[in-house]
């Protein structure tokens, strides 16, 4: 069966096989058996639904993903929906955050397809039975990435370990609210200890509500030894933002910006402590 996959938006997550599509048909495209639009974001539903329409004459149109069917509960496919590489070992998460989109229960897949990029919602709420599957299949991989999944608070000495005897590319994880800090501060000081530095960590943080505290936890990010990027909790589609919201956020996502403010920063306490000094 020929299936073309159609995507409103097209990330670094995409597929880019001759069957991925992120736009109407054109006049040479073939027909299929299938036409499957996926909505990964809500904010793409116009869209995804302009799509369906259009690409009616090309076979029978499915419309579907996550932000259609909510989290599916079956394996990961790979190469179908996301990049060759990509793997999801478990679905779902048991923490139920109010500002995040995944409210299924956990499920974890005995069978996933090899992969070194791992996309999991929250690997580290696994069993460790689970964990361990996924350790020896990454032990197989290079540039290793875990682009999501790896939750502070569930960050181990032992599950450190064991990203220590894999070649990882980098580790993604979260702070999204003033409490997550403290685990994020704690992972920071183990991830450095076992020669994690910040070439490898980042941090996604949470932005869009309260300028002045988010400021401040992403300093805190970043003294915990990661690169912060700052996305706003709400897309443009869905929130109108005021140009200070994106250039705050345009900031706190480029690391050469946040390097050069630190950088600044530093020259500045040390300035002020020579003077200090002198004037002593």
């Not at 805190?220 to 443009?236: C, Q």
Request: some cysteine; hydrophobic content about 40%.
């Amino acid at each position: 069966m020929r299936i073309a996959r159609v995507f409103p938006t097209k990330t670094s997550m995409s597929p880019i096989d001759k069957d991925a599509y992120f736009d109407i048909p054109g006049i040479f495209t073939p027909e299929y058996d299938e036409v499957h639009v996926s909505v990964t974001f809500t904010w793409d539903q116009q869209r995804a639904e302009f799509l369906a329409r259009n690409w009616e004459s090309k076979g029978r149109v499915k419309i579907g993903g996550v932000a259609i069917s909510g989290e599916p509960t079956t394996p990961f496919k790979a190469g179908m929906y996301l990049r060759k590489g990509i793997t999801i070992t478990s679905r779902g998460c048991p923490n139920r955050c109010s500002f995040c989109l995944v409210k299924q229960d956990l499920i974890e897949f005995d069978d996933f397809p090899e992969g070194n990029i791992i996309q999991d919602n929250n690997i580290l709420a696994c069993s460790d039975k689970h964990w361990r599957l996924v350790v020896e299949m990454l032990k197989k991989q290079k540039a290793i990435e875990f682009k999501g999944g790896l939750e502070a608070r569930r960050l181990t000495p032992e599950k450190i370990e064991d990203l220590r005897g894999l070649k990882i590319k980098s580790l993604w994880l979260a702070c999204d609210t003033k409490a997550a800090i403290p685990a994020i501060q704690k992972a920071g000081r183990l991830l450095s200890l076992a020669g994690f530095n910040r070439n490898k960590l980042n941090c996604f943080v949470l932005i869009g509500n309260d300028m002045q505290e988010e400021k401040e936890r992403l300093r805190l990010v970043w003294e915990a030894g990661f690169s912060p990027f700052a996305p706003l909790e709400k897309p443009k589609e869905e929130r109108a933002y005021s140009k200070e919201w994106r250039t705050f956020q345009r900031e706190w996502s480029r690391l050469a910006i946040i390097k050069s403010h630190f950088n600044k920063e530093l020259v500045g306490l040390v300035k002020a402590a020579v003077l200090l000094k002198e004037r002593g």
